[in-house]
Structure formats: C-alpha cells, structure tokens
C-alpha cells in the first residue's frame, strides 16, 4: 500500500514539472521584442529603443552592426563614452549613441533571451551633410569678351546633394558632375560664361540643397568685376533752348575703371567765354544763353582700355517777344472805302503796325466784325453809284431820241432833226431818278 501512494505521488510531480514546462515554453512563444529603424544627420544623437509586450523578467540585449554586446539589461558592455543607457526595464531596453557619424551607420539588433532567442533588427541611417561649397575660376578683374567658366564643388554629403546657380537671384542651369567617395559623395556644376560690360556687378550664387539641411542651405556668391571701354552720353536740361535761358549739360560717361575726369570742347576747340560759360565736373552750364554760343559741344572720356564722346548740337532760338499788358496799340487804319479793297489793303488794315515776327495771337472777333461791315458798306455805295450813273445816260439818250421823231415823218428825218436842235438839248433834257 505505501508503496502504491509513493508511486502516484511520483506520478504526480513529474506531471506537474511537465505542465510548468509546457506553460513557461507558451509563455516565452507569446513574446517578441518591437523596434524600428531610424535615421540621424551626422553629428547628431541616435537612440534606439526595443519594446516587448509581455515579458516574464526575461533580459534584452542590444548589439551593434559588428555583432558588439552594446548593452545586457542595463548592464553597459562595450568602452565606448558616446554610447549611454537611456532606459532599462522588464519591458523596454533604450541606448542612445551621440555624436553619430558615418562609421555607426548599419543594422542593429534587439535579443530577447527566451528559449529559443528571439531578435529583432534595426536599421541606423546617418545622413552625410554637405560642406560649404567653393566657387572656382573666378578671377578678379574680367575683361569684357573673355569666356570663363565658374565651377562650384561641394563634398561629403549622403546621399549626394542637389547643386543650384542663381544669377541675382534668378536661377539658371549649370552641367551637374557627381563622384562617390565612400559613404560620400562630392558634387560639382559648372558654368560656362561669355562676359560683357553688363555682368559687372553681377551677383552669381551657388546654393546646395540637402535633406540634412532641414531649416537652410548652404550656399557661396561671388560679384563678377568686368572692365570695359568707356561710353558716353549727354543729358540737358530744357529741350529746346531760347535766348536768355538757363541750360545745364550733363556729361555721364560709363566704364570701368571709371573715366574720370572729362573733357569738354566746342567745335573742335577750347570753350569760350568761360566766365558766363562754367565748367563743374561734368556739368557744363550757360547762365544766359545767346546766339554765339551756337555749335557742337562734345564731352570725352578715357580710361586705360579706350576713349568714347558724345556730342550735343545747340541751336539757341529767339525768345517769343509780348507786349506788357498796360500798352495800348493804336487802331489800326483802315483804307480808303471810296475804291475796292484788295487783299493787301485787307491784310494792312487787320494787322496794322504790328511786328511781323511776332507770335499770333488769340483772334479779335470785334475787330474782324467791323472790318467786315466797313467792306459791306462800302460795296453797297459803289453799287448805288454805279446805279446811277447808268440811269442818267441811258434817259438822256431816249429824251433825244423822242423829241426827233415828233417833227419828222420818218426815222432818218428824225435823227437829223435830233442833231440840228442839239444845241437845245441841254435845255429840254428828262432826267429819270
């Protein structure tokens, strides 16, 4: 009988090892450690963290990609000061690495010692940031006509960075070269330029682009100095210049090196009259102009790549000539009405004796009316005396002949009879009115 209890008593430890077992190795089949891959800018700090859901106490390992215990729990296992302890529980294992540079950049794994092990891996991407970059080729001065070709080259960025040319601010296209290094990469863009007097002072910018360069870019400009020949004009200060006048010649020469001072002459010679005609720099000045001043003014200017001139033909015009306001000018006097008026007389009688170089004036409508009514009367008395003098002659004529043919018998007797009692005509002549 004892020897049966002892049995079952065996019997049932050894079940109840093997139910233990059964569970623990569920338990451990029901766990797994979380993490997930990161990216870093160079330089920066990295932490890596491995999470298990359920854990029974079971330790977690972090390794690095050369397969190096980092650390045990919270154990630290590898001489490395840039690598620190974060966090360390049941269920969470955290490190962190800072000052990350290329060489830490690799797969890294999470261990979970359960029977079996189980692991997790993750993957530490460190960005390489481009240097500043350097504009080549540049040299100071440029020559107007000269080609050069300006190269901007920038290095160590990963993955390669994005190379941009602006030419004050505005971008333009350069050919692009990208070359491996390694981890790195180094990128270059060149621009090939024919250089003319307008790019001096030009602003060319060479900006590079990353995705480590989160809040700005980096980027160089270099100023192109160009010399060139000088060219010249002539500025004025009135258009039409009039005798009496104030007039201001300006002469603006442009070049590089600047071509300072000028040179002014007229018609080929020395100015004259320099006490009324004042040289200041580059001005020219005529306190009050007059008709000797006439003739081509040219301003010359050099510098050591050339000379230029420009010229300015003045013509000074008379000034208009008014009459003062409290002046009162004759009538003017009209002519004879007794005969036709011409059209010179018309033209004497409206313009009278006023200057005939003088500017016209607003029409006076009083004036025209009376010289009009004056030219109507004076054609209607010319008609009436015409009027008359016809009548007078043609009645005279037909008294005679009517005072003939009462004494004679036929026509012919009647006219002599006219010409025989011509003495008496004067006395028994009618006049019609």
């Known amino acids: 009988?004892?020897?049966?209890?002892?049995?079952?008593?065996?019997?049932?430890?050894?079940?109840?090892?093997?139910?233990k077992d059964i569970l623990a190795v569920s338990g451990a089949q029901g766990q797994f450690p979380i993490v997930q891959n990161m990216t870093v800018t160079e330089g920066g700090i990295a932490n890596l963290t491995c999470r298990v859901e359920h854990n029974d106490n079971t330790s977690l390992q972090w390794s690095n990609p050369a397969q190096q215990t980092l650390f045990f729990g919270d154990k630290k296992a590898l001489r490395d000061n840039r690598i620190e302890l974060v966090r360390?529980?049941?269920?969470?294992?955290?490190?962190?690495?800072?000052?990350?540079?290329?060489?830490?950049?690799?797969?890294?794994?999470?261990?979970?010692?359960?029977?079996?092990?189980?692991?997790?891996?993750?993957?530490?991407?460190?960005?390489?940031?481009?240097?500043?970059?350097?504009?080549?080729?540049?040299?100071?001065?440029?020559?107007?006509?000269?080609?050069?070709?300006l190269t901007c080259v920038t290095s160590g960025s990963k993955p390669a960075a994005d190379v941009r040319w602006f030419k004050n601010e505005k971008e333009i296209k350069g050919a692009k070269e990208v070359n491996a290094s390694g981890k790195t990469f180094t990128v270059k863009s060149s621009l090939q330029l024919q250089v003319n007097r307008h790019d001096d002072g030009m602003a060319y910018t060479c900006r590079v682009d990353h995705v480590a360069l989160t809040a700005t870019h980096e980027e160089i400009t270099q100023v192109l100095e160009v010399h060139y020949a000088p060219y010249v004009e002539i500025k004025h200060s009135i258009p039409a210049p009039l005798e009496g006048q104030y007039l201001?010649?300006?002469?603006?020469?442009?070049?590089?090196?600047?071509?300072?001072?000028?040179?002014?002459?007229k018609d080929g010679g020395e100015l004259p009259d320099l006490e009324r005609v004042i040289v200041e720099g580059r001005e020219l000045t005529f306190m009050a102009l007059n008709k000797t001043d006439n003739g081509t003014y040219r301003c010359e200017a050099t510098n050591h790549l050339g000379t230029s001139h420009a010229e300015y033909k003045l013509v000074v015009k008379d000034a208009p000539t008014t009459s003062s306001p409290s002046t009162t000018s004759p009538a003017p006097t009209l002519p004879d009405t007794t005969g036709p008026l011409d059209s010179k007389h018309l033209n004497s009688a409206v313009t009278g004796n006023r200057d005939p170089n003088a500017l016209p004036g607003p029409p006076d409508?009083?004036?025209?009316?009376?010289?009009?009514?004056?030219?109507?009367?004076?054609?209607?008395c010319l008609i009436i005396v015409l009027g008359r003098y016809l009548a007078r002659h043609k009645g005279t004529y037909l008294t005679n002949e009517a005072k003939g043919a009462d004494d004679a018998p036929d026509a012919d007797t009647a006219i002599i009879n006219a010409d025989g009692n011509h003495a008496h005509a004067e006395e028994k002549k009618e006049y019609f009115i």
């Open 248 to 265: 201001k010649l300006e002469c603006v020469p442009h070049g590089n090196p600047s071509p300072d001072p000028v040179l002014w002459t």
């Open 1 to 19: 009988m004892m020897v049966k209890q002892h049995m079952l008593f065996t019997l049932y430890s050894i079940c109840g090892i093997v139910l």
């Open 365 to 380: 409508h009083a004036l025209i009316g009376g010289i009009v009514a004056v030219v109507v009367f004076a054609t209607l």
């Open 88 to 149: 360390a529980t049941s269920q969470e294992l955290t490190i962190s690495i800072s000052e990350v540079t290329l060489a830490d950049e690799g797969m890294y794994t999470c261990s979970l010692f359960t029977m079996p092990v189980k692991t997790a891996r993750a993957f530490l991407t460190v960005l390489g940031v481009p240097k500043k970059p350097e504009i080549n080729g540049l040299t100071k001065p440029v020559m107007e006509g000269d080609q050069i070709t």
